[in-house]
């Protein structure tokens, strides 16, 4: 095959995967298993968008990788990809080993010379992936034996290696939040709760949030499952309004002015009802909300009611 046919074959594939793992997002399959994965159909034929061993996906007919993964780790440890970010703000993604002519990454250095879009599988349960995707890998630094990864159109225009301003790096940072740190975290944190509220039980995932228990953007307030709780919007807008508050040893406690407001059925049943109720708690312990974070939580609770 010619060059340019070699192109426009791995343009089909990359458009075709991406097409193909928006299409299962809009129908609430945003999540990929390691075996669905592996039965992706390209014209007629089977392509894995994720190898079975290796972090880094590179189908034989192709010249780059296709993807790349970040495996998942469970509660309590330090999540791969934290406190990565370089200078510049952008995160950074390990290569394969500490050879910088491995084939994997080879593959991935193709990609990036390319300019070519990739895929990003984080890691959200064993064999569970949420992709992140198109990505691209800005810049090689063998010295750190890393590639710099940009999330989005806006953090491909950023400068990789050089130290920002501050407002520029809170910019680029925030990107990262809303294009990774928040998904992963809501992805992860459901999934502990088996997608359901923890407070009423309410199993529709397009009507449940991953609520923190210490807010976003205050020390402790970071986006890991143990600072979270699976919740309804009708619970989640409750707990973040101190209208309930959930005790330390996980009893749901409603403000007491609510529980005489006299209102329809769904200050009743939805609200006042829940009052007193033990919330269900993921099965793997090191998933359970931080006793610590809870009390903390449950302090401002009290002293705003
Ligand atoms: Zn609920």
Same mark, same amino acid.
């Given at each position: 095959?010619?060059?340019?046919?070699? /192109?426009?074959?791995?343009?089909?594939?990359?458009?075709?995967?991406?097409?193909?793992?928006?299409? +299962?997002? $809009?129908?609430?399959?945003?999540?990929?298993t390691?075996?669905?994965?592996?039965?992706?159909?390209?014209?007629?034929?089977?392509?894995?968008?994720?190898?079975? $061993?290796?972090?880094?996906?590179?189908?034989?007919?192709?010249? #780059?990788a296709?993807?790349?993964?970040?495996?998942?780790?469970?509660? &309590?440890?330090?999540?791969?990809?934290?406190?990565?970010? &370089?200078?510049?703000?952008?995160?950074?993604?390990?290569?394969?080993?500490?050879?910088?002519?491995?084939?994997?990454?080879? /593959?991935?250095?193709?990609?990036?010379?390319?300019?070519?879009?990739?895929?990003?599988?984080?890691?959200?349960?064993p #064999?569970?992936?949420?992709?992140?995707?198109?990505?691209?890998?800005?810049?090689?630094?063998?010295?750190?034996?890393?590639?710099?990864?940009?999330?989005?159109?806006?953090?491909?225009?950023?400068?990789?290696?050089?130290?920002?301003?501050?407002?520029?790096?809170?910019?680029?940072?925030r990107l990262?939040?809303?294009?990774?740190?928040q998904?992963?975290?809501?992805?992860?944190?459901?999934?502990a709760?088996?997608?359901?509220?923890?407070?009423?039980?309410?199993?529709?995932?397009?009507?449940?949030d991953?609520?923190?228990?210490?807010?976003?953007?205050?020390?402790?307030?970071?986006?890991?499952?143990?600072n979270?709780?699976?919740?309804?919007k009708?619970?989640? #807008?409750?707990?973040? $309004?101190?209208?309930?508050?959930?005790?330390?040893?996980?009893?749901?406690?409603v403000?007491?002015?609510?529980?005489?407001?006299?209102?329809?059925?769904?200050?009743?049943?939805?609200?006042?009802?829940?009052?007193?109720?033990?919330?269900?708690?993921?099965?793997? +312990?090191?998933?359970?909300p931080h006793?610590?974070?809870?009390e903390? +939580?449950?302090?401002?609770?009290r002293?705003?009611?």
């Amino acid at each position: 095959m010619s060059i340019m046919e070699d /192109a426009a074959l791995d343009l089909r594939l990359r458009t075709a995967a991406a097409d193909w793992l928006t299409e +299962r997002a $809009q129908h609430q399959r945003e999540l990929a298993t390691q075996a669905e994965l592996a039965e992706f159909i390209f014209e007629g034929r089977r392509v894995a968008l994720l190898d079975r $061993q290796r972090g880094i996906r590179k189908p034989a007919f192709l010249d #780059a990788a296709l993807s790349f993964r970040t495996r998942y780790t469970p509660p &309590g440890h330090l999540p791969p990809y934290e406190d990565r970010e &370089g200078p510049d703000g952008l995160l950074r993604y390990k290569y394969r080993g500490e050879d910088p002519e491995h084939p994997e990454n080879v /593959a991935l250095r193709r990609a990036y010379e390319h300019g070519l879009p990739l895929i990003w599988f984080v890691g959200i349960a064993p #064999a569970l992936y949420l992709p992140r995707y198109p990505v691209w890998l800005i810049a090689d630094e063998p010295q750190q034996l890393q590639f710099v990864v940009a999330l989005d159109e806006a953090q491909r225009l950023i400068v990789p290696g050089d130290a920002v301003g501050t407002e520029r790096r809170r910019y680029v940072e925030r990107l990262t939040r809303l294009r990774l740190h928040q998904p992963v975290f809501r992805a992860r944190v459901l999934q502990a709760y088996g997608t359901r509220c923890a407070i009423c039980q309410l199993r529709h995932g397009s009507l449940l949030d991953a609520a923190h228990i210490i807010p976003d953007g205050q020390p402790a307030g970071d986006p890991v499952v143990p600072n979270g709780l699976a919740l309804c919007k009708i619970h989640h #807008a409750a707990f973040d $309004q101190n209208i309930l508050g959930i005790r330390p040893d996980h009893r749901v406690e409603v403000r007491p002015d609510i529980r005489k407001e006299v209102d329809g059925p769904m200050l009743r049943h939805g609200i006042q009802e829940m009052h007193g109720r033990q919330i269900s708690l993921p099965r793997q +312990r090191s998933a359970h909300p931080h006793r610590h974070r809870l009390e903390a +939580r449950y302090e401002k609770f009290r002293t705003a009611a």
